[in-house]
Structures are given as structure tokens and as C-alpha cells.
């Protein structure tokens, strides 16, 4: 028996593990969105300009993603839950030091340290929730986590409107201090004691110095893209591509890589990570210009626009664990078919409305794609994370938020460029906003970005099922 897998007699109960999990990571994605319904007062209160108040939002994400990767690498050295509780330590402490933040530069630097907490918690949680389930209740374990991944998501903008219309800004950064505590401390009875690390060996210092700003180069670009592409953006994009390929080309030659190349030879995990980043390119651009057809195409106040939005979270967390359960009993890869095929029905159906339909149409198409969204997520999670060895689980946990926040950032900027471009395109002028095209414009570009992204969502699940006879 492997030293860090205590006896039977002792081995922690995997309910409360996984509670334990699923508590730190919705905090962690919650705090990934809630922060945006904010941003107005903040600015006035912090005396901020529209440009810097943005990087309250976007330094989260930027930190998280350019350092996931390492702390996975560390959780195999150094073990798994070890780092997640550093995570939850840390990202408790990020969250007290944002809620006493008075400037704004004290400010993005606690939301930094959220950041990296995060990052460490997230790269390991899955990997903790595989090893505390046996294969056959992986998928329904999975699709818990993969639920409140989502939950967390989405849930942030509503959340953080009721915080801050009853109490200060702060209070949306100080409503984790006691819940970041509990779970600390929760976790130090429930989680599985680490006797030992399982892959001791160097860490690769070369690779964690060209990982690091090749991310924040390559996510910055993506996400500033989304409102408009300069020399300045494409010259990021570029280096950070640069330093991108010469981490791949370190990779290759290092004695402990942060990075498993040879992980990718396998079809199933690579394919399968495929169609995670074309699932979150999608939920990435829908969820960005769903409000803008709520709100500028439709007319509803955004009081309603808000409320219609919440059947997409709804509908992921009642099919998310069903969904895991039934690839536990049928096999993962014909859920995440079929899931992907329900949410591409579910984009086109949302595509091709009028501004004229009636709400309820609107939000039962939404409710298909969050059905399709849900039905997918937890087999892919499980497939990803069941195609890598026990050694490997905190790489393996590492790369799914990255590619779930590359997949994002790729789909809001890639949704906005399809949605104007093609409006750009009919009038025969440049259009960058509702009020320069109409609705006419506005209908025709909506419908073709959704309609991409439908194709996308149906060419993933082509390789999806490509990969299940593959691996066969």
C-alpha cells in the first residue's frame, strides 16, 4: 500500500472530504465573478479610474492561472492536501486583507494573494476527490465538485448585488474570512492524512519562470482583446506565445517537468481536454452577450435580465450530480456526447430567437444549454482525471481549471469579435457596440456567433466519441 493512503480503519470518510472540497472551491470561483457587481462603488469609494478598477477583477484570474500549474506540481511532490490547505490558509488571508484594503493598490495586491490561494486549492482538489472515491462513484464525486465549480461561476454577480446593496463593499471579501476558517479547521480532522509524498524530486525553476508571465501575457491579451485589439495586445499575444513554446521546448528536457508531456500521448486525456476548452469557449460567449440580448436587444430591465440568467446556474446544479452518477453506472464518454450535443441544440434554439420572444422561450432555451453544460461537465472532469495515474492527479487537477479559464477568456473574446465582426461586416462600417448597429444588426451577429459555437460544441463531441472507439 502506497504510504500516503492511510489503512481502511482509518481512512477518512469521503462524503465529508468532498464537502470539505466543494467548500473552498465555490468560495474560490465565486470570487473569480462576485467582485464585478461591486466595481462601480469601489471605484467611487477608492477614487479609481475605469481602467484601474478593472485589474480588482482581472489580477484574480490573471494569478490564479499563471501559477495553477506549479502548485499542481507541487501538490505530487509535496502532496495534495498539504498544498490545498496552504491554498485555503492563504486565500482566507487574501480575503481579510482585501476587506481591510483603503487604496487600490493595497487592494489588487490582496486580491493577489487571494489569487495564488485559490490557485493552490484549485490545482488540488480534484486530485483529493479522486483518491477519496473508488472508480465506480468518481463521476457522481466529480460532478459534485464540477456542480459548485459552476455554482460559484455564476452565482457571484447575484450574491455579491444582495451583499453590496446591504452592507458595504467590503463585506463580499469579509463574508469568506469565517467560512474560509471553518473550513481550515474542518479540514485539518476530514481530509486524509499525508504520511508522505508520493514524487519527491526537483522542482523545475526554469519551466516556473517561463510558465508564469507566457500565461499572464497570453490571458491578458485574450481578456483586454475582448474590447478591442491593438499593436500593444498582439505584441503580448505573441511573446507570450514565444515563452509559451520555449516552456514546451524546457519541458521536454527536465528531470521533474511541471508539465507531464508524456500525458498528452494519451488519447483520451488529450482529446478530452479539447473538448473541455470548446465546452468553456462556449459558456464563455454565450454567458457574455446573453445580457447584452436581455438587456439592449430585448429591452428587460436588468433587474430581470439577472433573474432570467439565474436558470443557467440552476439547471447546471440539478443535472450536474445526476450526471455523474450515470457515468458511473453507463461509462462517461456517451453523457459527455450527448451533453455536448444538448447544449449545441440548446445555442442554436438561443440564437436564432427575436427580440420579441417572450421571456419564458428565452429562458427555456438557456435551460437547455445549462442541461447540456451540466450533463457534460462531470463525465469530462472524469475522464480527464481517471486517464492520468495516482502520481499524476495534482498535474491532472492543475490543468482543468486552465484549460476551464483559457476556454473562457478565448470564448468572451472570440464571442465579441464574431458577434461585431459579423455585424461590421452586413453594414459594410466598423460597429463595436449595440447602439452603433440597431437590433437588426445586433439579431444577425448574435445568431452567427451562437450558431460557431453550436458547430464547435457538436465538433467536440465528434471527438469525443472518436476518442471513446480509440480507446477501446
Not at 311 to 323: K, R, W
Request: aromatic fraction near 8%; charged fraction near 10%.
Amino acid at each position: 500500500m502506497s504510504p500516503q493512503v492511510a489503512t481502511d480503519a482509518c481512512r477518512p470518510n469521503k462524503w465529508v472530504v468532498l464537502f470539505t472540497v466543494v467548500a473552498m472551491t465555490f468560495m474560490s470561483t465565486l470570487d473569480s465573478s462576485i467582485v464585478n457587481i461591486a466595481l462601480p462603488v469601489m471605484q467611487r469609494e477608492l477614487a479609481a479610474t475605469a481602467a484601474g478598477i478593472q485589474w480588482v477583477s482581472t489580477v484574480y484570474l490573471l494569478v490564479c492561472c499563471a501559477t495553477v500549474l506549479i502548485f499542481g506540481r507541487l501538490g505530487d511532490t509535496f502532496g495534495k492536501v498539504r498544498l490545498f490547505q496552504t491554498g485555503v490558509a492563504l486565500f482566507t488571508m487574501g480575503s481579510a486583507l482585501c476587506g481591510l484594503s483603503t487604496t487600490l493598490p493595497a487592494l489588487i495586491a490582496a486580491r493577489a494573494v487571494q489569487g495564488i490561494g485559490a490557485a493552490s486549492a484549485m490545482a488540488n482538489n480534484m486530485g483529493i476527490v479522486t483518491e477519496a472515491f473508488p472508480a465506480s462513484q468518481r463521476g457522481r464525486a466529480l460532478g459534485i465538485v464540477s456542480t459548485f465549480v459552476s455554482l460559484g461561476m455564476m452565482c457571484g454577480p447575484t450574491i455579491g448585488g444582495m451583499l453590496v446593496a446591504a452592507l458595504p463593499w467590503e463585506s463580499i471579501f469579509l463574508i469568506n474570512v469565517p467560512i474560509g476558517a471553518v473550513a481550515f479547521a474542518v479540514g485539518l480532522k476530514t481530509l486524509p492524512r499525508e504520511v508522505a509524498a508520493i514524487n519527491r524530486g526537483q522542482i523545475d525553476i526554469a519551466g516556473a519562470a517561463l510558465i508564469v508571465p507566457s500565461i499572464l501575457l497570453l490571458f491578458c491579451s485574450l481578456t483586454f482583446m475582448a474590447t478591442g485589439t491593438t499593436p500593444i495586445l498582439i505584441g503580448m499575444f505573441i511573446a507570450g506565445a514565444a515563452l509559451f513554446a520555449a516552456f514546451i521546448a524546457v519541458e521536454s528536457r527536465a528531470a521533474g517537468p511541471l508539465v507531464k508531456l508524456d500525458a498528452f500521448r494519451s488519447v483520451p486525456f488529450s482529446v478530452n481536454l479539447v473538448t473541455m476548452l470548446i465546452c468553456f469557449a462556449a459558456v464563455g460567449a454565450t454567458e457574455y452577450l446573453m445580457p447584452f440580448f436581455l438587456q439592449d436587444a430585448c429591452g428587460f430591465p436588468s433587474g430581470v435580465a439577472g433573474l432570467a440568467l439565474t436558470a443557467i446556474p440552476l439547471g447546471m446544479a440539478a443535472v450536474g450530480p445526476a450526471s455523474g452518477a450515470l457515468s458511473d453506472r453507463i461509462g462517461s464518454a456517451l453523457p459527455c456526447c450527448a451533453g455536448l450535443v444538448i447544449y449545441a441544440a440548446g445555442i442554436a434554439f438561443t440564437g436564432y430567437l427575436p427580440t420579441t420572444a417572450p421571456l419564458a422561450v428565452i429562458v427555456a432555451g438557456m435551460l437547455v444549454m445549462a442541461v447540456g453544460t451540466g450533463l457534460f461537465q462531470s463525465p469530462n472532469n472524469s475522464l480527464v482525471m481517471g486517464s492520468v495515474g495516482r502520481e499524476h492527479l495534482g498535474f491532472a487537477g492543475s490543468v482543468v481549471p486552465l484549460v476551464r479559464y483559457l476556454g473562457m477568456s478565448v470564448g468572451v473574446t472570440g464571442g465579441t469579435a464574431l458577434l461585431y465582426g459579423h455585424m461590421s461586416a452586413l453594414a459594410g462600417r466598423p460597429i463595436a457596440s449595440y447602439a452603433q448597429g440597431g437590433a437588426e444588426l445586433f439579431s444577425k451577429g448574435f445568431a452567427f456567433a451562437f450558431v460557431v459555437f453550436a458547430m464547435l460544441s457538436l465538433a467536440g463531441a465528434a471527438l469525443t466519441a472518436l476518442a471513446a472507439r480509440v480507446g477501446k
